[in-house]
């Protein structure tokens, strides 16, 4: 028996709205499944309805009225493609509510207001569905949540910002500086006019914050999570901000890279979660994860570790992710988290992983230096040191930070300070 249509209203008409729109249009059969409803398109709201229009979006389908599209009685569920905090996230609860299932790709509100929306769906019963906010179009949330949910997770680590890894990428092989990159990536439409949010971290952590959820059953507090990495004299500058292509040169010749790396691990009851800019070998996986592609790793007992690399982001990949999530709605599944329990801990706060001992990488330009460190001091510090052209770079063993500090700073002059990067192998 043919089951009744379910009928969606989109909010967005952007980059990924786009594309959602497209598919919804251009391939209803692909996305009816034997044992779920057809989709229809019924509404699409956006601000400009002209320049919607112009982008060939069907004039008779768009309003500027969001609330009302979401209100609807004719709007069986509602796909969230605006992006932001407010309206979306008022949207995105008014729907819960009123007991339609919501599809987003918006990871901002999902992980600055997932305990609230989640005990919302949980409340009303309905689907709150996320995949397309971590990672695009790498399937990597539905996984963690079905096909692994045997497992107990043991770390989460990824490089899931695209932006940040283009920069990263392009300064390694091109030997450009970082204003110079970031520049070609706004042209390119890698990056945003203010691209604070992909540079500085803040969009690599609202993707852990969803990661962990799903790893480990605890929203963590994005403010909690660090994304700064410490210096010698203190702490770094956000995301990738502070990385140099000196540091990159130096650590190439150590066949180490640097990475923007996403990490959460269970410890001490708690969970340490941060988003750093992080030392990895070149040849390995995270080394070789360039350009805008994503990477994200899952260690976990009994499986072992598993790796899914793919497109993080852009419109048509990141429409493949929301589109699933709608054919899932349309089966009558239930929320991004399946049969997880309830998550504990609302919004609790990350532990810091830089707590554990663990190596370190750093490089004293030659330009830097108060005077060069003997290989003997080197040895009783419990370090690697490499006189390089251009300056000297350390690796220390397993230390904590304290004891790194203190073999970095005795070549550094005052007013000097250099960044110590985690090694991750
Ligand atoms: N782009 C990606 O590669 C990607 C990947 C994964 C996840 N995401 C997430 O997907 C979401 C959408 O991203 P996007 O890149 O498609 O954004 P975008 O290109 O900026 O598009 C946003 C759309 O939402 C509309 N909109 C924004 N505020 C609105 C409001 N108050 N009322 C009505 N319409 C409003 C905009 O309308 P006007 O243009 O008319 O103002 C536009 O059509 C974000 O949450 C983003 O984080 C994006």
């Not at 092989?173 to 070609?184: Q, T």
């Not at 956000?238 to 990475?259: C, D, H, N, W, Y």
């Amino acid at each position: 028996m043919s089951r009744a249509p379910l009928r969606v209203a989109v909010l967005g008409a952007g980059t990924v709205g786009r594309e959602v729109v497209r598919g919804l249009l251009e391939h209803p059969e692909r996305l009816c499944a034997t044992d779920g409803a057809p989709l229809v398109l019924t509404g699409i709201a956006c601000r400009n309805l002209a320049r919607a229009r112009a982008d060939g979006i069907p004039a008779d389908l768009l309003t500027d009225a969001p609330a009302h599209l979401v209100a609807a009685p004719d709007t069986d569920v509602v796909v969230e493609l605006m992006g932001g905090d407010e309206p979306a996230r008022t949207l995105i609860a008014a729907a819960l509510g009123a007991g339609k299932p919501v599809v987003t790709a918006n990871k901002h509100v999902v992980a600055h207001h997932g305990p609230d929306l989640e005990a919302v769906a949980r409340r009303a019963g309905v689907a709150f569905r996320f995949e397309a906010a971590v990672a695009g179009g790498i399937p990597i949330l539905g996984p963690l949540a079905s096909d692994l949910a045997a497992n107990s997770v043991r770390r989460v680590r990824g490089i899931v910002n695209g932006t940040s890894n283009y920069i990263l990428s392009a300064m390694t092989h091109d030997g450009r500086s970082y204003a110079a990159i970031l520049a070609d990536a706004q042209a390119l439409g890698y990056a945003e006019t203010d691209p604070a949010g992909d540079v500085e971290g803040d969009d690599a952590v609202n993707k852990l914050v969803i990661l962990a959820r799903l790893a480990f059953g605890h929203w963590l507090g994005p403010g909690s999570i660090g994304r700064r990495p410490p210096s010698v004299r203190g702490w770094g500058r956000p995301g990738i901000v502070g990385v140099t292509g000196i540091e990159l040169e130096a650590a190439a010749q150590l066949g180490l890279t640097i990475k923007l790396l996403a990490t959460a691990i269970p410890s001490r009851g708690g969970i340490a979660a941060a988003v750093l800019p992080s030392a990895v070998p070149a040849d390995g996986p995270f080394g070789q994860t360039d350009g805008v592609t994503n990477r994200i790793e899952i260690e976990a007992e009994p499986l072992g570790t598993v790796g899914l690399a793919g497109p993080g982001a852009g419109g048509a990949a990141t429409s493949s992710a929301v589109l699933g999530d709608l054919m899932a709605v349309a089966r009558g599944l239930t929320s991004t988290w399946a049969g997880l329990a309830p998550a504990t801990d609302p919004a609790g706060s990350a532990a810091d992983p830089l707590d554990d001992p663990r190596r370190w990488y750093a490089f004293v330009p030659a330009a830097g230096m108060a005077s060069p460190l003997p290989a003997h001091a080197a040895q009783r510090n419990r370090a690697v040191i490499t006189e390089l052209g251009t300056g000297t770079a350390i690796r220390t063993q397993t230390l904590n930070l304290e004891e790194a500090r203190a073999i970095v700073a005795p070549i550094l002059p005052e007013g000097v300070d250099v960044t110590l990067y985690p090694i991750d192998d």
